[in-house]
């Protein structure tokens, strides 16, 4: 399982015109899922994006978590994580999850987010989404379980 996230001061997701999920400061978190991921690695992969501390503290060194700088989550799947882009010139989605169970997977990670007390706002699985964000600093990191 595989987040990309970005300190974000704002994100928003759109569908179709309408915004779904929206946040001000926190973490834009895109979600891919792999094959033969688990719950156990998306409990392994929340306690690290909740817990990775990349937001400044009083003296402006990353020290704070997502809670500890009160901020929120914006979660997106996003199964082009998963891509194999080692050879050639056109990625392989081979190692992608199938996406029902991706789709299982995405959904647990959001119930157990929202479970941590984190405002917790959403994109919409599979759907064509557009995702706006102020990165601030920029700060992005790739996670892997």
């Known amino acids: 399982m595989i987040a990309l996230i970005q300190r974000v001061s704002e994100a928003s997701v759109t569908v179709d015109g309408e915004v779904v999920g929206a946040i001000g400061r926190g973490l834009l978190v895109l979600l891919g899922v792999e094959q033969g991921d688990t719950q156990a690695h998306a409990d392994r992969l929340l306690h690290k994006v909740c817990g990775y501390r990349i937001f400044s503290d009083a003296e402006g060194k990353m020290n704070l978590n997502v ?14 994580l998963a891509a194999d882009t080692k050879k050639g010139m056109r990625p392989s989605f081979s190692g ?25 706002q959403t994109g919409r699985f599979a759907a064509d989404m557009q995702v706006a964000l102020n990165n601030d600093g920029p ?7």
Do not use: C, I, K, N
Request: proline share 2%; glycine share 6%.
């Open 67 to 80: 809670t500890q700088a009160d901020g929120s989550l914006l979660l997106v799947s996003q199964f082009t």
């Open 96 to 120: 992608g999850a199938h996406p029902t169970e991706a789709e299982r997977l995405y959904d647990y990670f959001v119930e157990q987010a929202r479970a941590t007390g984190l405002t917790t």
């Open 139 to 145: 700060v992005t990191f790739w996670l892997q379980v």
